[in-house]
């Protein structure tokens, strides 16, 4: 019986063969559950699925992993007192193995040891560029991660308060993704006025002052499939330059949500939020691309970016996330993720994008 599994493995086959690969090792642990419904975190041991041209699938692990076998797919234990590369260097193929890009090398350095026939090739691409398009199963997971993140992203609104702490705002966040079965923390982001003009701040102890913009930046897997929105708010008051900024933002974030449809290029998404910055005279801040695309990483491909030459199709979910960033004033994100549909795009958060005074 065809699973959804089989028609993944389809598309990276037809990819493999596009790109000239004949066999490739899978070994990060979101293609792998991509390819097999298998979640393994390795850590320092070996995790690998192997696939070649024939649709010949081994997956390759620790016993530790308690992993098990499958119809239409071989199996190969070893534990901590073996070589993990003994099996994966006696079953592959002789000439090209495509690998991934972020296999450590630790074990290619090994495997090459033992099988100098064999020569690595770039081989993330028939994986990476089918998880670019995602199918239905995959869809309604972020549709229903944005969904909760809509409403994780309210509650922390709400408690912006008089002596509100940037690192306690990001702990209700984390606890309230844990209450709505998000898998693993991840230090959420929220930067309070001056904080908010560094993309990345750390959150610490600063406290909440009137006229601060709080940027709340908010992800987490849920289970495996990532939401990531960022909303800013003002606390009591927010000064003339604050609106415009704010509103500047909004705009950007609109024009680029409004071209999006399947056949441009990426940067033509990106190219609409500048303009909309430049032309109010805050180009120079914004300092990084417009968004990045999204599933069972944070950040996967495509990349959503100025210079993108990805051809927007189908099924595509990326993040739309202009910002301003003022040093020393403050700073202001509005992100969204996008799904690409037939048409145009389908937003997937909708908590709303006006501008709010909170507290």
């Not at 991934?100 to 993330?124: M, N, Q, T, Y």
Request: aromatic residues 8%.
């Amino acid at each position: 019986m065809s699973t959804v599994y089989d028609a993944r493995i389809e598309r990276v086959l037809h990819n493999m063969e596009r790109e000239g690969l004949g066999q490739i090792l899978v070994t990060s642990t979101a293609s792998v559950y991509y390819l097999t419904g298998v979640w393994v975190e390795p850590m320092e041991r070996l995790l690998a699925f192997y696939l070649d041209g024939s649709g010949r699938r081994i997956l390759f692990g620790n016993d530790l992993f308690g992993l098990q076998p499958a119809e239409g797919r071989e199996l190969y234990l070893h534990n901590d007192s073996d070589d993990p590369l003994r099996d994966v260097a006696r079953l592959v193929r002789p000439g090209k193995i495509g690998v991934d890009k972020s296999w450590p090398s630790r074990f290619l350095i090994s495997l090459l040891e033992k099988r100098p026939d064999c020569v690595p090739a770039h081989g993330s691409a028939p994986v990476d560029e089918a998880r670019m398009r995602k199918d239905e199963a995959e869809i309604e997971a972020l549709r229903r991660a944005s969904k909760i993140n809509d409403s994780v992203v309210a509650a922390a609104i709400a408690a912006v308060r008089e002596g509100a702490v940037e690192s306690e705002l990001a702990a209700l966040v984390d606890q309230k993704f844990r209450e709505a079965g998000a898998g693993r923390g991840h230090g959420q982001l929220v930067c309070f006025g001056a904080n908010g003009a560094d993309p990345h701040h750390e959150p610490n102890g600063t406290v909440v002052r009137e006229g601060d913009s709080v940027v709340f930046d908010i992800f987490i897997p849920i289970p495996y499939y990532w939401c990531d929105m960022t909303r800013t708010v003002f606390f009591r008051s927010a000064s003339d330059e604050a609106r415009r900024v704010y509103e500047t933002v909004r705009q950007a974030n609109l024009a680029a949500e409004a071209v999006i449809r399947p056949g441009l290029p990426l940067k033509t998404f990106d190219r609409a939020a500048r303009q909309v910055i430049e032309q109010a005279g805050y180009g120079p801040y914004f300092t990084h691309r417009l968004g990045h695309g999204i599933g069972l990483e944070c950040h996967e491909p495509p990349d959503n970016s100025a210079v993108s030459e990805v051809i927007a199709e189908p099924g595509m979910v990326f993040s739309v996330e202009p910002g301003i960033y003022l040093p020393g004033k403050l700073g202001v994100r509005i992100e969204d993720l996008v799904l690409v549909t037939e048409t145009g795009c389908e937003v997937l958060n909708a908590y709303p994008k006006e501008l709010q005074i909170v507290g």
